[in-house]
Every structure is written in structure tokens, then in C-alpha cells.
């Protein structure tokens, strides 16, 4: 979605060729995206001349001679290009206005989400959408942008960076390479945000802004009224769209989360917030060397979470006990916990009843997981779960490790633990690989010794 940059630019470009334009005709080819009666948009606009193209936050405002202005948002994909009076409409094509001159503005929007309405220009700025904008970035006040951040307490503050209420035009671009440049967690509680921090933001948000008007906003996808012309700030943005890379400041693997449905990339160790714990989450088949990692950490002092030491605590609890008992028979259990050889037998050759022991075991995992993160106590937390990438914990963690290592290997070191590797590796078939890499800020080699897997990451100084 174009944000601040793109739109101005695109009203920078419009400027070089559209005012002095009177319109001769108005083709409304998609009436839904005009809030206007059409018959009133294309009668009142027929005869008036362009005078010149503004922008607020992410609007376009058109103005025309007799006091129009035509308010313009192109949400998704909208995009205006200049072209022939009387051109044959594509399928996306939305309105066009032909000119005298025998020209015209073409309004095109694959997405179809592209809004236009034509308003009274001395009353445009006093009436919804632009009356409940927040100020544009740099006419922002930080006493009243810390106070309009603290009344909305709930929302993280990259959210409340890309609410247009408090502040207009930024968008998940923006408020990314904002927050990386202001070194401020995107996970942040906006009722958090300090005073300091307020006009840090406000100033990082001003000099992002600034520099990518000045490259012509990003071409991420073009949203440029004219064939051939393209932003290059996309060269210039240190985070968006680079999770897993390298940070541009330290090193770190930047990490890729979802914060209020969209993708946000943040550095966790410049990002990271004071007081709140580091989270590592280590993920690979089983015998991959998971728990050669979680040792590693340990001895640097951070707090591992063991899902299968917590599923062991969970058979001891009386409730879960029962639950077990009633599903899976008494015999299973053991007077200070579960027979694991039964329990393997019978969940290895049954998947529902697999899912039926995850059912009950689940949520006590989780929930002892989550009261240790939210107790903050614990400054470095490392997580060791088998389904770290199916739990909610994935979205927390601000580094996972992910270990590789081949089949054969793994085989090998089952029979060594004593543990029938056949039902071992049947049971963990459904690892998800794939996913395991693409989450992984680090991936290591587990297919080597255990100094082998330690020297790997001794490479990480930042652990
Ligand atoms: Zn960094």
C-alpha cells in the first residue's frame, strides 16, 4: 500500500502535467468506488480546470476551479496514469477524465479497493476522512503524540505508529524502518512509550519520511503515473522485508514477526526492550542437537523452558493423570508419572490418539511457558519445543535457532539414547523442515559432534 513517500510522489508527478487541464468528459467505468452519486461527479466536473494536486497523510486531494476538490485514496493498487481522450477502458480501469486538450487521467485499480469523492474544497479538511487524521509527520507535537500513544494503552507501538488517528501516512514500510532507526521494539505497549522516546520517534519517522520523498518514495510495486518512472527507496530501507538477514547496525539476524496481522521486521538485539526478556526458540527434528543448544545457553545463564521436562511435571498432575487415565487406560501410569515405553507404543501407531495426549498436555506446557516470559524474571529465556513452530510462541520469540541434521545421523543417535529410532522418526515425520528454515535467524550444521554444534555458535556473540 503506497504510504506518505509514495503519495507524495505520485502528487509531485501529477503536478508536472495535470494542472491547466479542463475536462471535457467524465467516464465513471466502475461506479462502486465513487462515494458520489455518479450522474452529480461527472455533471459537477465537466468544465472545470485542474489547478494543482495536494496530499494529506495518505490522500490525494485534487483541486479544481470553483472551489472542487476530488479526495482521492488508492488503498491496495490505485494508480492514475496519463493516456488519450476516448482510450477504450481495460477491465481495472475505474474513471477517466478526457481533456480539451485531448489527454486525459486515467484511474485504474486492479485491487479495487481505490476510494474517490468529490467534496466542497472549504470543507474537505472539517469532514471525515481528513478531519480524523492525526497531524502529518512533521507537524507532530510530542507532548500530544506521547498523550495520544498513552490513550491508546493496548496497542503495540508499531501498530499505534500506523493509526491515522494519531499520526497520518505512515504505513507498515515506514513504521518498520521508523522504529529500527528510532532502536525501539515494535512490540513495545504504546502506554510504555517515554517521553525521550516520543520525539526520538517523531524525529526518526521525519528523517525515513524525508528521505524516501526524496527518492521518490519505494517501488515496491509501481504505483507511478508515468511508464519508465520508479522511487528507489526500496535500496535504501535497512529492515522491511529482510527478516533473517543481517542487521545493518550489529549483525544480528533481523526478525521477521506479525503484529496486528502485518509482517514487522525488527533488529532484536538494537530493537530490544529494557526490562523484557530475550526470547530464543530452538526447533529441529528430534536428536538434531536441540538439547546440545538449550545446554549452550544454559551455561550463559539463560532460563531454559524444556517442553518435555514440563510435559514429565504435567503427569504428575493430578487432573491431567485423570484425564490420561480415562483415554489411555490406568496402566499407563506410573506412580510418579507415565509408563513412556507404553505411552510411545500406543501414540505411534494411533494419530488420534496422539492428538488426544497433545490435548491434554498441551496446555499445561504452554500455559507454565507464557508465566515464566510474563513474570519477567528471567532476562534470557531460551525455549526448547519439539512444536515450537505450530505454538504461539513462535510470534514471540525475537531469535530461532533451527538445527539440521540428516536422517541417518539421527538414527544413529536414538539407538545410542536407547530409544527405538524407527517409531522415534515415524512419530516426528511431520517436522516441518521447510518452515523450520525459513523461521530460523540461525541454522545450524547438527549433523557433526557436539563441540561441533557449540563452536557454530560460538560465532554469535550477541547469544
Ligand atoms: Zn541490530
Redesign the pocket.
Known sequence: MPELPEVETIARILNTFLPGKTIQAVRIIRAKNIENDPAFFTHTLKGKTFLHVSRRGKYLLFHLTDGWVVLSHLRMEGKYFEGKAGQAPNPYDIVFYDFTDGSSLRYEDVRKFGRLRLNREDEVENIPPLSELGPEPWEAKPDVFLMDLHRHASLPIKSALMDQHIIAGIGNIYADETLFAAKISPKEAAKDVDEKQAITLLQSANAVLKEAVLEGGSTIRSYHPKQGMSGQMQNHLEVYGKGNTP??????P?RSIRIGQRSSVY?????HEEGKPFIVGISGPIASGKSTVSAYLAKKGYRILDADELSHEAYTVPSIRKKIARSFGEDVLTPTGIDRAKMLNIVSEDSKKRKRLERIIHPYVYQKTQEVIDAGKDLIIAIDMPLLLTSPFLNQCDLVIGIAAPEEIRYQRLIARGVDPKRALELNRSFPMAKCKKAAGILLDGSGSLSDLEQQLDAYPFL
Open positions: 542487521c545493518p547496525r550489529c549483525g544480528a533481523l533488529c532484536p538485539v538494537c530493537q
